[in-house]
């Protein structure tokens, strides 16, 4: 077989398209636009098709798991079945980034109410007995729709990884160029050699991703976090939000 023969398709379709056939003109803005819609619709399509299909499968599973679960009586055998459920609770998790993480941008960013938001998301997270205080009155801020996740994760974070932390508090005050949105809680804090660590992708002991997926909605539209608490008091984060990105309601509580 010849060299030429053993070539990929690629080069072939690239020497036939050198045919001296005439080319259309150069792609508009317009077409370009199109080809990238038509490209992230296929994303969008494929991503969602894979993710039901598979967690329709992993609900049989977990339901055959639980099945077992009860007929089987041996301590050994049942740690098996115990670590099999946290491994399949982790996969579900791990879709459930993913289909967030798809989300980031699809949809223009909105003017939203913070204490809307911040309800939204006290009801999708597991709190528990950990109290939420709200200060933020009736202050809005312009953000990705997926604005809700940063406080969700968040939520989570503190009653996954902060010890006996019992309320979470969240202010707003000013520093020269920002609006500052804090969210501490009153657990064990994060030590100061983790505190950049937390926002890498697949750092921690859960799927690793809850804080990474937060920076990322926030940077999108232009809001950084960072990690302020001082260990052993309780973890502190903070939301620098663009002044042109924050505007006061009718009852702001801004202090400073």
């Known amino acids: ?8 398709g690629e080069t072939r379709n690239a020497a036939e398209c050198d045919s001296g056939i005439s080319s259309p003109d150069e792609p508009t803005r317009a077409d370009l636009k199109n080809s990238l819609d038509f490209a992230l619709k296929k994303l969008q399509i494929v ?7 598979v967690l329709n499968q992993l609900t049989a599973v977990v339901g055959y798991t639980e099945l077992l679960e009860m007929m089987v009586k041996d301590p050994k055998q049942l740690s098996y079945i115990e670590k099999e459920k946290q491994a399949l609770d982790k996969i579900r998790r791990q ?9 980031i941008g699809t949809e223009p960013p909105c003017w939203q109410m ?24 009736g202050a809005s801020v312009y953000a990705d729709p997926l604005f809700e996740k940063v406080f969700s994760n968040l939520f989570e974070n503190t009653h996954h990884h902060s010890g006996a932390a019992t309320e979470i508090r969240i202010s707003l005050s000013r520093n020269d160029n920002s609006i500052v949105l804090v969210l501490e809680d009153n657990g064990m804090g994060i030590p100061v050699e983790n505190k950049n660590k937390v926002f ?18 926030l940077m999108f ?10 260990p052993g008091k309780g973890s502190r984060f903070e939301i620098l939000i663009p002044r042109d990105h924050f505007r006061e309601g009718v009852e702001p509580k801004v202090v400073g």
């Open 1 to 8: 077989m010849s060299k030429q023969d053993n070539q990929s």
């Open 47 to 53: 991503g969602s098709v894979t993710r039901h299909d």
């Open 95 to 103: 879709f459930k980034f993913a289909k967030d993480y798809q989300n």
């Open 221 to 230: 539209t232009g809001m950084t976090i960072k990690e302020t608490g001082e």
């Open 200 to 217: 890498e992708r697949g750092y921690g002991k859960g799927t690793g991703w809850g804080l990474f997926l937060v920076m990322e909605i």
């Open 114 to 137: 913070l204490k809307n938001v911040i309800h939204h998301a006290m009801e999708d997270a597991d709190l528990q007995a950990i109290r939420v205080t709200d200060l933020t009155g």
